[in-house]
């Protein structure tokens, strides 16, 4: 008799433990089910963090490319400058080179006729009076064939700057002594554009002293305009 009472009370207690069982499986469900969701939520939750870090270090790499771009603008920017003071100086230098040569041909020609006067050792103003005057055994005054202010041909040359063309006539050899070995002997130097032989007399050489053809040539040399 005891024996079936407790069979029974098992009978009695078994569907309450199998309710219990369900309750839990459903409990556990449910805590499952708010997990995911929970998850889900926590996931959303960072996704705006990363999405951020993201842009963050899109406008740290704009900036970068922007920073780059600037600097490249900058170097051309320096090397155009660069190229232009190359420019500036190779054109400043052109031109000084072009002066200095200008300045070399001026100071030659200066020099010419400085060295011509220097060496003229003679009265100028008495070497004028025997160009107008017929010196005793001359056939004939020099002033008769001779323009003094001008280049244009009388009879013979203009002598208007006699120094500088006679300091260039024959290398190696000074205004004075050509233009001296011009008067004695006429014929030693003919120029293009004149007869030969000279339609000037000879004799000078021997109707004017030493003296007198150092006076003559300073006085020549003065004729400059």
């Known amino acids: 008799m005891e024996n ?3 069979f029974l009370n098992i009978r009695i207690q078994l569907p309450k433990s199998l309710f219990t069982v369900k309750f839990l499986l459903i409990a556990i469900l449910l805590l499952a089910a708010c997990s995911g ?5 926590n996931t959303n939750d960072n996704a705006p963090p990363n999405n951020t870090s993201e ?25 155009s400058d660069t190229e232009n003071a190359a420019d500036n100086n190779t054109a400043s230098d052109t031109d000084e080179d072009a002066n200095a040569i200008d300045n070399t041909e001026d100071d030659a020609d200066t020099n ?10 003679g009265d100028a103003e008495h070497g004028r009076v ?7 055994g001359a056939p004939l005054a020099c002033a008769t064939c ?6 244009e041909r009388l009879v013979g040359p203009g002598l208007l700057n006699i120094g500088t063309r006679a300091a260039t006539r024959v290398e190696g050899q000074s205004a004075i002594e050509y233009i001296r070995t011009s008067i004695i002997d ?3 130097y003919i120029v293009e554009g004149f007869g030969n032989p000279s339609p000037m007399p000879t004799g000078f050489g021997d109707a004017f002293t030493e003296e007198d053809l150092n006076d003559l040539i300073a006085y020549l040399l003065t004729l400059e305009g």
């Open 4 to 6: 079936f009472k407790t």
């Open 37 to 41: 969701t929970s998850n889900e939520a």
């Open 55 to 79: 842009e963050q270090q899109n406008g740290v790499d704009t900036q970068d490319v922007s920073e780059d771009e600037d600097t490249s603008a900058q170097d051309e920017s320096q090397n």
């Open 112 to 121: 010419a006729v400085d060295e011509t006067t220097s060496e003229s050792i």
């Open 130 to 136: 025997l160009f107008h005057e017929v010196a005793e």
């Open 146 to 151: 001779h323009n003094t202010d001008s280049e």
């Open 186 to 188: 006429p014929n030693a």
